[in-house]
C-alpha cells in the first residue's frame, strides 16, 4: 500500500516539478511532484538522495572512538550523537547509572545543546518565513531581513544560541565536535570560574526564552486560520518520558500513542525498540520509514520532535515552561496540538524548558565534582537512545570480545519524521500548487512544511534560508517548459 | 675553537661527539624532526630534520656538531620542504585527526601545526591497512604509521623483545610487522609496561579503553605548541 499521492496511476502522462536540491545538513534532499495538464497534483516525494555510511565503517573501529567519531554525522546536534553513542557505551561496559557528576554534566551539555538547536532553527531559519509571510519578497526573507527589520529579535536569537555553544564548550572542550562525554562518564567537571560565567547570562536567556514563546503564540494569534490548517494531518507520535510521565529530554522510556491519542506502548525499555519498531524501505528514497509494528507499516508511520514531547508528556520539570506547555495545549480548544506548525510553538517551550534546566544544574554543586567514570560488568551490545533536538534517536551497537564494533544501527530523528514530512508536503502541496504557476514564494510553502519538523534538510547553517532550489515542469515528452532556479540571487527563470 | 656552533645565528655548545640535532635539544631549541628519540639509535629516515650546515643539506639526527659549523634550521626554504614531507606522510596514510584519540598528544599533528601546514596537497592514498585487536591491553591501529621506527627501537634496544619489524618493499608495501607467527600481538610477550607500549610519536600503538580521558584544554600540544616544549615533549 501506499500513501496518498504517494504513488500516480499512470506516471509517463504526467509532468514532473521537481525541488533539487532541498538542502539537509551533510546532504541532500529533493521534493518532486507530479501534475496533470490541469496542474492537478497526482503525486508528491519527498526524497532523501543523501547516503550516509556510518554504521558501516565504525564497523572495525573500537569502541571508545565511537561517540567521537558518529558525532560528524552532523554539524548542528552533534552533542546528541555524541551522547547517544555514549550511552549505547554505557550499556556495553555494563554501566547502570553514572557518577551524579557525569550525569549532572551530561545533561548540561545536552541541554546547552537544545537551547543553541532550538535557537538557531527559530530564529535564523524559521522565523523570516514567519515575521514576513510564506510568500513574502524572497530578497528580504532571509535572517539578514530579520536583523535589518527586528534587530532585538535577531539579536536575541544570535546570543541564544551563543551562549548554548557556550554551555557546550565548557562541557565538551569545544563548541562543535566536542570529546566530554566517555563510555561510563566524562572527561571533565565545571570549574569554579565555568561556573560563574554560565551563571551570569543564564537569566537573561531564561527571560529571552520565554520571550520567545511569548512571540510565537502571538503568530499564532494572528494567523490562527491559516497556522493550523497549514500541512495539517492526524499522526501518532514517539518520546521519551521520564518515569513519572514528565518530560525527560535525556533518559526515559519510550511512550507512543496513535491518532487517537491512545497508548500503544509507555515506559518502553528502549534497550529492546525493535520489538515496537521496525524500518520499511521504498524504492525512491534512500531514508527508511520507521513504523510501529503493532500497526503495521501501513497505519504504523509516526512522527517525533517538540510537538510529540510536549504534547505527549504529562508535565514539564521546570516550571514556567510546564506552565507554557498547560497554555499550549489549551489554546483553541486544543487544536494547535495537531497543527504542523505546533511545531515552532512547541520548539520554543522547549527551548525554555532547556534554559530553565541549565539554570538549575548550574546551582548544583555536583557539577564540580571529580567523580567522572563509573564501571560495570562488560556486555556485547549497547543501545542509547536520547531526544535529540528534532526527536527521537536511537543508537544501537555490538562490539566484539577485542573491543571492535561488529554492527551498527542509527535511527535518527529525521528518519522517524520521513513519512510525516512527505504526509505534509503532500497537504501543502493540494492546496497551494494546484492550478498555480512556480513561483519562489510556492516553493517556499513546501519548505516551510519541511521546515517544521526542523529536519537536518532545512537546519544547515550555511544555508541561511537561501537554500538553493531548482524546479523544473517537464512535458509527457520529457521535452523541459518551464524551469526555475533559485540561488544567492534570487529566483531567474527560463521558458521554452 | 670552542665547541660550540650557530643555529639561525644563536650560538649552541655541544660536547664532542654530539649531533646537531642533541646539541640544540639539549640546548632547547627546535629542529623539527619525527623518528628522532634521544634514548634510541638513530633512524634518520624521516628528514624532517633537514638542516642546512655551511650551506649544504644534512640530517641534523645524523651529522656531528664540529666547531663554527653555520647552520639553518626555521628558514622559509626548509620549513617548505618540511612542509611538503608531512603532506606526503599525511596522505601515505590514514590519518583522520577529528575522531583520532591521540589528537592533541600527536607529534605528527604537532608538528603540522608547528609548520602550517594548511592542507594535505596531494591526493590521499587511501592504503587499506590493518587495525589489531587482539591483545587484551594494546591496540595497533596501523593506519596511522609513519615508519618512524621507534616502536622497533624501543622493543628491541629498551625491552629486548624485537616485537616490532620493518618489512616488505614498496611505498604500499612496506610497513611495520609484528613478530609473530599469526603476525598478532596477542601471540607475542608484549606487556602493556614495555617501553614500546608508550613510544609511539601518533597514534598506532594505543592502550585500550582509555581513549579520550583527557580533555580538550589540557592535552599535551594544547597546553603549548611543540616547539615551546623542546625538553620535555620534543622528546
Known sequence: ?496 | MNNTFQLDGEEIPFTPGQTIMQAATAHGSYIPHLCWHPDFSVHGSCKLCTVKVNGRFGSSCTMEAQPGMEVENRTAELDDKRRTLLQMLFVEGNHFCPSCEKSGDCKLQATAYELKMMSPHFDMFYPDRPVDASHPDILLDFNRCIMCGLCVAASREADGKNIFAMGGRGLLGRRVHVSSESGKLADTDFAATDRAASICPVGVILSKRRGFVVPIGRRTYDLAPISAQVTEKAP
Not at chain 1, 518502553?268 to 524504492?283: H, L
Not at chain 1, 519562489?440 to 538553493?468: K, W, Y
Request: net charge negative; glycine share 8%; with cysteine.
Open chain 1, 1 to 496: 500500500m501506499t500513501f496518498e499521492l504517494e504513488t500516480a496511476i499512470a506516471p509517463e502522462k504526467l509532468r514532473r516539478v521537481a525541488i533539487d536540491p532541498v538542502s539537509r545538513v551533510e546532504g541532500h534532499g529533493k521534493v518532486t511532484i507530479l501534475l496533470d495538464d490541469d496542474n492537478k497534483v497526482h503525486q508528491v516525494r519527498l526524497h532523501i538522495v543523501e547516503f550516509r555510511g556510518f554504521e558501516k565503517f565504525i564497523q572495525g573501529r573500537p569502541y571508545w572512538e565511537v561517540p567521537v567519531m558518529v558525532q560528524r554525522l552532523c554539524g548542528i546536534c552533534p552533542v546528541s550523537h555524541h551522547l547517544a553513542a555514549s550511552k549505547a557505551m554505557d550499556m556495553m561496559l555494563g554501566v547502570k547509572e553514572l557518577t551524579p557528576t557525569a550525569e549532572k554534566i551530561r545533561r548540561l551539555m545536552h541541554y546547552g545543546q537544545i537551547l543553541q538547536s532550538h535557537a538557531l532553527h527559530f530564529f535564523h531559519l524559521s522565523s523570516p518565513d514567519l515575521l514576513f509571510g510564506f510568500g513574502s519578497n524572497v530578497a528580504a526573507r532571509n535572517i539578514v531581513g530579520v536583523v535589518a527589520a527586528h534587530p532585538e529579535i535577531a539579536k536575541k536569537g544570535v546570543l541564544l544560541r551563543k551562549y548554548g555553544q557556550e554551555v557546550i564548550r565548557m562541557t565538551a572542550g569545544k563548541r562543535v565536535h566536542g570529546t566530554g562525554s566517555i563510555p561510563g562518564g566524562v572527561n571533565k567537571s565545571l570549574s569554579d570560574g565555568e561556573r560563574a560565567d554560565l551563571l551570569k547570562d543564564i537569566y537573561q536567556m531564561v527571560a529571552w526564552s520565554r520571550d520567545a514563546v511569548g512571540m510565537i503564540r502571538q503568530l499564532f494569534e494572528q494567523n490562527l486560520a491559516e497556522y493550523n490548517d497549514f500541512g495539517r494531518f492526524r499522526s501518532s507520535g514517539m518520546c521519551l518520558v521520564r518515569a513519572d510521565g514528565a518530560m525527560d529530554l535525556y533518559h526515559g522510556g519510550l511512550r507512543a500513542r496513535d491518532t487517537d491519542g491512545n497508548t500503544l506502548f509507555d515506559h518502553f525499555n528502549y534497550g529492546r525498540y525493535w520489538e515496537v519498531i521496525a524500518e520499511d524501505v521504498k524504492p525512491w528514497s534512500y531514508m527508511k520509514f520507521p513504523f510501529f509494528k503493532s500497526l503495521g507499516p501501513d497505519d504504523g508511520s509516526y512522527r517525533v520532535g517538540p510537538l510529540t514531547r510536549v504534547t505527549q508528556c504529562d508535565s514539564i520539570p521546570t516550571p514556567l515552561a510546564d506552565k507554557e506547555r498547560e497554555e499550549f495545549m489549551a489554546f483553541d480548544g486544543g487544536s494547535v496540538t495537531g497543527a504542523t506548525l505546533g511545531y515552532h510553538w512547541a520548539r520554543m517551550i522547549e527551548m525554555l524548558h532547556a534554559a530553565e534546566s541549565i539554570k538549575d544544574l548550574l546551582h548544583d554543586d555536583d557539577i564540580l565534582g571529580h567523580d567522572l567514570m563509573a564501571t560495570g560488568q562488560r556486555q556485547q551490545r549497547g543501545v542509547g537512545v536520547i531526544e535529540a533536538p528534532r526527536g527521537t534517536l536511537i543508537h544501537h551497537y555490538r562490539v566484539d570480545e577485542n573491543d571492535l564494533v561488529i554492527r551498527a544501527n542509527l535511527i535518527v530523528s529525521t528518519t522517524h519524521n520521513n513519512q510525516a514530512m512527505n504526509t505534509a508536503v503532500r497537504e501543502v502541496a493540494k492546496k497551494y500548487l494546484n492550478g498555480r504557476e512556480i513561483t519562489e514564494g510556492l516553493l517556499n510553502h513546501i519548505e516551510v512544511a519541511i521546515r517544521a519538523f526542523d529536519p537536518c534538510l532545512s537546519c544547515a547553517t550555511h544555508a541561511l534560508g537561501q537554500m538553493p532550489l531548482e524546479v523544473a515542469i517537464v512535458g509527457a515528452d520529457g521535452r523541459v517548459l518551464d524551469e526555475a532556479t533559485r540561488d544567492h540571487r534570487g529566483l531567474t527563470r527560463e521558458s521554452s
